[in-house]
């Protein structure tokens, strides 16, 4: 059973920084096509960015472009999601995710997701 685990949100002001991890169990993470997706309180869960197989192809949202970047280290089955210049908009549960297939922002081609972890951006 493949799990994902979350960490590093927190609350910070805008402008600020954050770092989120997912760790993810397993031997085959490396064959996972990854996602970032969040969720704020009472809207659907929005795509946030993906990241390829050995981390050299990764697409993002519009909303976090030049903002946001995910990266990989397939030797600690780890996946990253470096938020800069953060704004109050930004305040949701994020959520990472696993895909066996290819890249898709669409939520419902992933495979394995995590638990969340609560990103608030106070103004």
């Known amino acids: 059973q493949v799990q994902l685990v979350e960490s590093g949100g927190g609350l910070v002001q805008a402008g600020g920084s954050l770092r989120l991890s997912c760790e993810v169990s397993?031997?085959?993470?490396?064959?996972?096509?990854m996602g970032w997706f969040r969720q704020a309180q009472g809207k659907e869960r929005e795509f946030v960015g993906t990241?390829?197989?050995?981390?050299?192809?990764?697409y993002y949202a519009d909303s976090v472009k030049g903002r946001f970047t995910i990266s990989r280290d397939n030797a600690k089955n780890t996946v990253y999601l470096q938020m800069n210049s953060l704004k109050p908009e930004d305040t949701a549960v994020y959520y990472c995710?696993?895909?066996?297939?290819?890249?898709?922002?669409?939520?419902?081609?992933?495979?394995?997701w995590g638990q969340g972890t609560q990103v608030t951006v106070s103004s």
């Open positions: 995710a696993a895909n066996r297939g290819s890249y898709s922002g669409n939520a419902r081609a992933y495979d394995y």
């Open positions: 397993g031997r085959t993470f490396s064959s996972y096509v």
């Open positions: 990241i390829g197989w050995s981390g050299g192809y990764t």
